[in-house]
Each structure stands twice: as C-alpha cells, then as structure tokens.
T-cell receptor, first 113, second 116 residues
Framework: LAKTTQPISMDSYEGQEVNITCSHN???????ITWYQQFPSQGPRFIIQ???TKVTNEVASLFIPADRKSSTLSLPRVSLSDTAVYYC??????????????FGKGTKLSVKP | EAGVAQSPRYKIIEKRQSVAFWCNPISGHATLYWYQQILGQGPKLLIQFQNNGVVDDSQLPKDRFSAERLKGVDSTLKIQPAKLEDSAVYLC??????????????FGQGTRLTVV
C-alpha cells in the first residue's frame, strides 16, 4: 500500500493560490490519487481525483507528473472558508470502488485575512 | 440526495461499558467504511464492507470492536468493553462500486464518543 507524505501545515492569505504537494514514491500502477478536505467537526469531503497529468474541477486542480511519485493540489484564490485539513490518498480499485481509503496525517491549511 | 446518516451524534459512557453506533449509507452505495478519528489525527480505517462482505478489517481491534452489515445496507459498529483510548469521532462513509473505476466516498458527520 502506497504511503503518502504531506507538509503538516501551511499558511496563506486570502486571494492567494495555494499549492499542497504530496509525495507517494511507492505508488502502484493501478493507484489513483485522491484529495479530501475536512473542516472541524465534519467528515472529510471529496475534492478531486486523478490518475495522471492534470485534472481540474470547479474547486481545484490536481497536477500529477509523469512518474506519478508526487502530486500537487492547487487551490486558486483561497478564502477564509478554505481553512481546513487536506488529505492526499493513494489507492487502487481492487478493494472496492475507492480502493483502500487510507488517510495520512493531512496538511492543515490556515488562510488569514 | 440524502447523505450518510449516523447516530447518535454524541455519546458519553464509562470505561468498560458497551456502545453501538449506527450508519445508514447513501441508497445504492455498495461500499461502506467505518473510521476512527482521534483528535488531531487523520481518520483511521477500521473496516470496509462491500455489500454485506468484509473487504478489510485488518485495523479493527477485534477483541473489543465488532461491525456488521447484515443486509448489505445499514451497518452497526460496537465497542465492548470500551477503554479510555477509544474516545474519538467514529465516521461512516459510503461509495458506489464500479469495476475498474474509482468513485468518491461520502462521509457522515460522525459520532463523537467520550469514554470517562
């Protein structure tokens, strides 16, 4: 099972672009990369998922280099409400639809006015 | 659509007592997960079901924790007897299952357990 490494915390200001990088050196061929967001007293919420290159949705972009050993979650123009913990997950589809949904310690993003 | 429902929202028990949590996943979701989240840590997977079968329970402390999903729909997680270190938020999540695809998981709000 691929292990992920993320920064423990990051600080930003409103309106800035935030990039959170996740390392997953042992990612397997079948593994997808998924990011979740968690606010205090709530369950995690799916943000974005990708396998390779770049994926963009209305919330974020996910950049995955060709070797897939890392990925970067990009949040454009953050606001105070983006203050949360962000988790990078890597798993394959063999064990159900999300694969093995294993969370690491996450990155605590603090957005300041 | 209705989200993942969990009850109760809060529970306070004394150590060595037993407790049960209930989860009703989103309709049609074959995969169901139970997580334990201790304050300041990421969610720890306890057990994963695919319909009514267990896919992964490698991190479930089986001497005191048990979970079932008898009809492949709702699920219960039980702790008997509880220890102080079981104080945590217990999260339930569900997702669709499509062969060869990854689909997003939806989480409930969790049950906050305090063992005193």
């Amino acid at each position: 099972l691929a292990k992920t490494t993320q920064p423990i915390s990051m600080d930003s200001y409103e309106g800035q672009e935030v990039n959170i990088t996740c390392s997953h050196n042992n990612i397997a061929t079948n593994d997808y990369i998924t990011w979740y967001q968690q606010f205090p007293s709530q369950g995690p919420r799916f943000i974005i998922q990708g396998y390779k290159t770049k994926v963009t949705n209305e919330v974020a972009s996910l950049f995955i280099p060709a070797d897939r050993k890392s990925s970067t979650l990009s949040l454009p123009r953050v606001s105070l409400s983006d203050t949360a913990v962000y988790y990078c997950l890597v798993g394959d589809e063999e064990k159900g639809s999300q694969g093995n949904l294993i969370f690491g310690k996450g990155t605590k993003l603090s957005v300041k006015p | 659509e209705a989200g993942v429902a969990q009850s109760p929202r809060y529970k306070i028990i004394e150590k060595r007592q037993s407790v049960a949590f209930w989860c009703n996943p989103i309709s049609g979701h074959a995969t169901l997960y139970w997580y334990q989240q201790i304050l300041g840590q990421g969610p720890k997977l306890l057990i994963q079901f695919q319909n009514n079968g267990v896919v992964d329970d490698s991190q479930l402390p089986k001497d005191r924790f048990s979970a079932e999903r008898l009809k492949g729909v709702d699920s219960t997680l039980k702790i008997q007897p509880a220890k102080l270190e079981d104080s945590a938020v217990y999260l339930c999540a569900s997702s669709l299952w499509r062969a060869g695809e990854n689909t997003e998981a939806f989480f409930g709000q969790g049950t906050r357990l305090t063992v005193v």
